[in-house]
């Protein structure tokens, strides 16, 4: 894996240029390159197998999403039980639901209306894309932003690690049951709830943490994995791929750990990566020593998005991790739920979208539950149009009734 990623790091100046003028002129289309799949194997280039068991990543990405698995795959035998077709059968009308009322209106108004207005590219092929307090939802961040080098996401929830279905066993489905309940979330509401992610994601044994949702929906948007390794910061904010467990190693306690997956797609052959690293968000967590604080400042000009947030950037107690958390995009994606919009206007260029009078959801925000008096009237004098999509808390509303906000940093 090492050779690979420095390979793809020693690509020469005239090939970045041109991937940028692909993605920025020409779209995804300019930048399909040759086959990602090994013909023998039918499986992505390079793909890399769990130590234990010797299952292919990619294999477990898609049993977990739903979707066929190669004939020689070890976990083809697993497929047969009954309660793994009513998994199968479950998901597939999932992915019906998420393609037909996010995923398919969200490209189509990226394509025709968000990456056609004016100002700074949105999605770059050579920035990183950020998601704090992101749960899960690779879905949204990936088809907001498709061209990134790489995925950040940052959240509360355990990482936790490969479910082995080899354990056939009526706990293990019902861990996969306790799964869909929470990525069900995406279909109805387009985000995830907290509570649903604690009962039946942190406390799943079988199906346990983060890793198992992120492989089932990567599955789904097209992406084939390479591997998936445990990870922890370094002092310096360097990713350090965590010992195996037998090894004799161990991971260095109070730092922060998570999961990162390799992957490439049909439409960019790059080796690129998804790191989702678990962590609180407090002021300790964004004090300048602390690794998350090291690796993040490595990404500025990122793309962010912030979605379905909890008002987290609106509440006092967090005004250490707005004030950081401001220095890392040059582009952020979000609803009325992430920077108050009276903290972004003066430093930034900002475009509206959806309806906004107040929020959707009431939240024991201090000192005052968020009601944004002037972003309600830059809606009311701007009258900007509908989204065609739920977004964040607006799927709340009676009608559903989004709001979504484009902020380019200004140049000084």
Request: with cysteine.
């Amino acid at each position: 894996m090492k050779n690979l990623f420095l390979k793809l790091k020693r690509g020469n100046i005239s090939g970045t240029l041109y991937l940028v003028f692909c993605i920025v002129f020409l779209g995804p289309l300019c930048c399909k390159s040759g086959s990602i799949v090994d013909a023998k194997t039918g499986r992505p280039k390079g793909a890399q197998g769990d130590a234990s068991s010797g299952y292919y990543f990619d294999d477990i990405a898609r049993y977990l999403g739903g979707f066929e698995i190669p004939a020689d795959s070890k976990l083809k035998p697993f497929t047969e039980n009954p309660d793994y077709a009513l998994h199968r059968e479950k998901m597939a009308a999932f992915w019906n639901k998420v393609r037909t009322q996010n995923i398919n209106p969200v490209k189509e108004w990226r394509d025709t209306v968000l990456y056609k207005s004016d100002g700074a590219p949105v999605c770059r092929s050579d920035r990183a894309a950020f998601y704090p307090l992101s749960g899960a939802d690779i879905i949204n961040l990936y088809t907001m932003c498709p061209y990134a080098s790489e995925y950040i996401m940052v959240a509360l929830e355990k990482a936790g690690d490969i479910p082995h279905p080899e354990k056939n066993s009526p706990r293990y489905y019902q861990g996969l049951r306790n799964m869909r309940s929470v990525i069900n979330n995406i279909a109805d509401r387009n985000y995830f709830f907290s509570a649903h992610m604690k009962t039946n994601i942190v406390k799943n044994t079988e199906i346990p943490g983060i890793a198992p949702v992120l492989l089932a929906f990567t599955s789904g948007i097209g992406w084939r994995i390479v591997t998936m390794e445990k990870i922890y910061l370094s002092p310096s904010g360097g990713v350090i791929v965590a010992p195996e467990p037998n090894s004799g190693n161990s991971t260095p306690s109070g730092t922060p750990g998570g999961v990162r997956i390799w992957f490439r797609t049909d439409t960019d052959s790059r080796l690129r990566s998804l790191t989702y690293i678990e962590q609180y968000l407090d002021s300790a967590a964004v004090s300048p020593d602390y690794p998350l604080t090291k690796f993040l400042a490595q990404k500025r000009g990122a793309f962010m998005m912030l979605k379905a947030a909890v008002y987290l950037m609106h509440n006092n107690f967090y005004n250490s991790v707005r004030d950081f958390f401001i220095t890392i995009p040059d582009v952020i994606v979000q609803d009325d739920s992430g920077f108050k919009y009276t903290y972004l206007r003066d430093a930034w260029n900002i475009q509206i979208y959806g309806s906004f009078t107040g929020p959707a959801i009431r939240m024991s925000v201090r000192p005052q539950n968020p009601v944004q008096p002037e972003l309600a009237k830059f809606y009311k004098e701007q009258k900007p149009q509908e989204l065609p999509f739920n977004f964040g808390y607006g799927s709340l509303r009676k009608p559903p009734r989004s709001n979504l906000m484009v902020a380019r940093r200004k140049q000084a």
